[in-house]
């Protein structure tokens, strides 16, 4: 499966900003899906996940209340619509296959886009 990431940019801080994952090349929907980030020193850290199906949603701590995951599986796309940003949200998104979803977070397989840059900032 590929997949690739569109959306970050330059945003104020309490803006927003919806970052899009488009999958080809396997079945997207029978697959898990996360989105996870990492700042420039600090480990890659998981925002958040959903099911193949769209029926269940996992969000970090950092970003529970803003952030909304969400899926279009007939357009074979991820997406995640982020709100009341936050300089602390600064980082490489990128968007991954998971290997299977939990109600505590889902962890990566070996498949991941390229990453899209969000930068938040006045």
């Known amino acids: 499966v590929q997949l690739e990431e569109s959306g970050g940019g330059l945003v104020q801080p309490g803006g927003s900003l919806r970052l899009s994952c488009a999958a080809s090349?396997?079945?997207?929907?029978?697959?898990?899906m996360g989105w996870f980030r990492q700042a420039p020193g600090k480990d890659r850290e998981g925002v958040a996940c959903?099911?193949?199906?769209?029926?269940?949603?996992y969000y970090g701590e950092s970003v529970k209340g803003r952030f909304t995951i969400s899926r279009d599986n007939a357009k074979s796309t991820l997406y995640l619509q982020m709100n009341s940003l936050k300089p602390d949200d600064t980082a490489m998104y990128y968007c991954?296959?998971?290997?299977?979803?939990?109600?505590?977070?889902?962890?990566?397989?070996?498949?991941w886009g390229q990453g899209t840059l969000v930068t938040v900032s006045s």
């Open positions: 959903i099911s193949w199906s769209g029926y269940d949603r």
């Open positions: 090349g396997a079945r997207f929907d029978r697959m898990s």
């Open positions: 991954a296959r998971a290997r299977y979803y939990t109600d505590n977070g889902c962890p990566a397989s070996d498949t």
